[in-house]
């Protein structure tokens, strides 16, 4: 049977498609040209690890092009790094005195390919130092002894980091100590558990060293604080013999001496901003006036005045004035002075015929109560400072004495025995509202609010010697004694770092 003319004609076309394209495949089909003009110059030396390699190549039939690229330190590479199908590429991985080879294997899209000739380019010795920049702590911040807190940076280089060191400082830069082992330069961050040392000039430094031993460091922009989580106190103590000045953490833990001078030191106050401690002493008969740094270092007689007292001391919430009480006037009545921290412009600010203690500033700077014996016996009294005037806030026959102002201004805390033996109460800052807090036959005197104004510090004897305890005062039922030691504990101040 005859096959139909139309199929002849089909079978005749695709016969002929087929020829012509096994001709082109295989006959006129050329490979590619030898990749040539290889940047960097064949035996070159450069200095950076920043570069490109590029080459030139083409080939005969206009195909398209692939290259297949190997690159490695022997002098024959067998290492392929990338296909790519332009005439560059940029290495990764690269460092310095070394010499790396490479050559081009070019490839067309019929499988045709020509392997170029094996080039080669060297680096000298690393004389650029790698980046370093460290992120926290950065100055400012408030870290708790013996919590982790995590330190962070940022590096580059171009070869590579070897190693990082980390130190921290806490006399603001004049000595280091490692933290930890040395750190593998790959890492961004570290944890660190802050030390037990406090201070309020903490810096941190990194150092960074690159495999060719160029090192570059960062330090903390500013300095930052490490603090015992809830503050310390601050109080007199004769634990040690003598009474001296004596901090303790908040948690009742880590008491340290701070004056240990052979005289009695007494009523020690924060400064505002936590770095300083004020004090009145008998360490040259008559009571001085003395600052020094919270750890009991630079101790220094702002008084001057041998011959007349200056008593009781307390810091404007500015932090540069102090009031006290003395009787340089007349050598006989306590009036209010003020004088700045280094001792000098001392100034009069009430001259009256009667005494007048215990002296503390107004969170505004406004007003300074204390308690004076202007109506026959101990009263609170608030001495408006812009007015030049007294006015009373309470008006009791009993003694009312050691105000002290909560950290809102809201309210006052102080000590009366108006209901038999001395308690601690708090009222509202005009005087109203005067309110019980302690119930104890024993003596609560001497209140000072935590910084927050969530606790009330005081001292008492109800355990048979003095000791500090802790109330709160919205629910006063369950206070703690906070010292708990065999020596008499008086006189505290809560630091307003916490």
């Given at each position: 049977?005859?096959?139909?003319?139309?199929?002849?004609?089909?079978?005749?076309?695709?016969?002929?498609?087929?020829?012509?394209?096994?001709?082109?495949?295989?006959?006129?089909?050329?490979?590619?040209?030898?990749?040539?003009?290889?940047?960097?110059?064949?035996?070159?030396?450069?200095?950076?690890?920043?570069?490109?390699?590029?080459?030139?190549?083409?080939?005969?039939?206009?195909?398209?092009?692939?290259?297949?690229?190997?690159?490695?330190?022997?002098?024959?590479?067998?290492?392929?790094?990338?296909?790519?199908?332009?005439?560059?590429?940029?290495?990764?991985?690269?460092?310095?005195?070394?010499?790396?080879?490479?050559?081009?294997?070019?490839?067309?899209?019929?499988?045709?390919?020509?392997?170029?000739?094996?080039?080669?380019?060297?680096?000298?010795?690393?004389?650029?130092?790698?980046?370093?920049?460290?992120?926290?702590?950065?100055?400012?911040?408030?870290?708790?002894?013996?919590?982790?807190?995590?330190?962070?940076?940022?590096?580059?280089?171009?070869?590579?980091?070897?190693?990082?060191?980390?130190?921290?400082?806490?006399?603001?830069?004049?000595?280091?100590?490692?933290?930890?082992?040395?750190?593998?330069?790959?890492?961004?961050?570290?944890?660190?558990?802050?030390?037990?040392?406090?201070?309020?000039?903490?810096?941190?430094?990194?150092?960074?060293?690159?495999?060719?031993?160029?090192?570059?460091?960062?330090t903390s922009d500013a300095v930052f604080t490490i603090w015992p989580q809830g503050g310390m106190i601050a109080f007199s103590s004769n634990r040690g013999g003598d009474h001296?000045?004596?901090?303790?953490?908040?948690?009742?833990?880590?008491?340290?001496?701070?004056?240990?001078?052979?005289?009695?030191?007494?009523?020690?106050?924060?400064?505002?901003?936590?770095?300083?401690?004020?004090?009145?002493?008998?360490?040259?008969?008559?009571?001085?006036?003395?600052?020094?740094?919270?750890?009991?270092?630079?101790?220094?007689?702002?008084?001057?005045?041998?011959?007349?007292?200056?008593?009781?001391?307390?810091?404007?919430?500015?932090?540069?004035?102090?009031?006290?009480?003395?009787?340089?006037?007349?050598?006989?009545?306590?009036?209010?002075?003020?004088?700045?921290?280094?001792?000098?412009?001392?100034?009069?600010?009430?001259?009256?015929?009667?005494?007048?203690?215990?002296?503390?500033?107004?969170?505004?700077?406004?007003?300074?109560?204390?308690?004076?014996?202007?109506?026959?016996?101990?009263?609170?009294?608030?001495?408006?400072?812009?007015?030049?005037?007294?006015?009373?806030?309470?008006?009791?026959?009993?003694?009312?004495?050691?105000?002290?102002?909560?950290?809102?201004?809201?309210?006052?805390?102080?000590?009366?025995?108006?209901?038999?033996?001395?308690?601690?109460?708090?009222?509202?800052?005009?005087?109203?509202?005067?309110?019980?807090?302690?119930?104890?036959?024993?003596?609560?005197?001497?209140?000072?609010?935590?910084?927050?104004?969530?606790?009330?510090?005081?001292?008492?004897?109800?355990?048979?010697?003095?000791?500090?305890?802790?109330?709160?005062?919205?629910?006063?039922?369950?206070?703690?004694?906070?010292?708990?030691?065999?020596?008499?504990?008086?006189?505290?101040?809560?630091?307003?770092?916490?």
């Amino acid at each position: 049977m005859r096959a139909p003319a139309k199929y002849l004609m089909i079978v005749t076309i695709l016969a002929f498609f087929a020829l012509a394209t096994c001709s082109k495949l295989n006959v006129n089909q050329n490979p590619p040209e030898v990749p040539s003009a290889p940047s960097p110059a064949d035996g070159g030396t450069l200095d950076s690890l920043a570069i490109e390699l590029s080459w030139t190549c083409s080939d005969p039939d206009g195909d398209p092009l692939t290259y297949d690229i190997y690159l490695d330190t022997s002098a024959t590479p067998e290492v392929l790094v990338a296909t790519v199908d332009t005439t560059s590429y940029t290495p990764v991985g690269l460092h310095y005195n070394l010499t790396y080879y490479w050559k081009i294997v070019a490839t067309d899209t019929t499988g045709l390919a020509t392997e170029g000739p094996v080039w080669s380019f060297s680096f000298g010795a690393d004389m650029i130092a790698p980046s370093c920049s460290l992120i926290a702590p950065n100055g400012g911040e408030l870290w708790y002894i013996g919590t982790d807190y995590d330190i962070t940076w940022q590096t580059s280089d171009d070869d590579s980091i070897t190693h990082i060191v980390l130190e921290y400082s806490i006399d603001g830069g004049d000595s280091w100590v490692a933290i930890g082992d040395t750190i593998g330069g790959g890492n961004q961050d570290t944890s660190w558990t802050i030390p037990p040392e406090p201070s309020l000039q903490c810096l941190v430094r990194i150092s960074c060293t690159d495999l060719g031993g160029n090192a570059v460091s960062d330090t903390s922009d500013a300095v930052f604080t490490i603090w015992p989580q809830g503050g310390m106190i601050a109080f007199s103590s004769n634990r040690g013999g003598d009474h001296d000045i004596y901090t303790m953490y908040a948690d009742g833990t880590t008491s340290q001496n701070i004056t240990d001078s052979l005289e009695r030191d007494y009523l020690a106050k924060w400064s505002p901003d936590g770095s300083k401690i004020v004090f009145h002493t008998y360490r040259h008969g008559p009571r001085e006036i003395y600052t020094m740094n919270y750890d009991g270092t630079a101790q220094t007689n702002i008084s001057q005045r041998p011959a007349d007292e200056d008593v009781h001391p307390a810091w404007s919430p500015s932090g540069d004035k102090i009031a006290y009480s003395t009787n340089r006037r007349n050598g006989v009545d306590y009036d209010l002075w003020t004088m700045n921290v280094d001792g000098s412009g001392k100034t009069a600010i009430t001259t009256n015929d009667f005494h007048e203690y215990g002296a503390d500033w107004s969170p505004n700077g406004e007003q300074i109560v204390h308690h004076n014996l202007q109506y026959g016996n101990w009263e609170i009294v608030t001495y408006i400072i812009d007015s030049d005037s007294l006015i009373r806030l309470t008006d009791t026959t009993a003694y009312d004495a050691y105000p002290a102002w909560s950290p809102d201004g809201q309210l006052i805390a102080f000590c009366s025995d108006r209901d038999g033996d001395r308690e601690i109460y708090t009222m509202n800052a005009n005087g109203s509202n005067p309110r019980r807090i302690t119930d104890n036959p024993a003596n609560d005197n001497f209140p000072a609010w935590s910084p927050d104004g969530s606790r009330i510090i005081f001292q008492s004897n109800r355990t048979g010697d003095w000791e500090l305890w802790i109330i709160d005062p919205d629910n006063p039922s369950d206070p703690q004694n906070f010292s708990n030691d065999l020596g008499d504990d008086q006189y505290p101040s809560w630091s307003p770092i916490y």
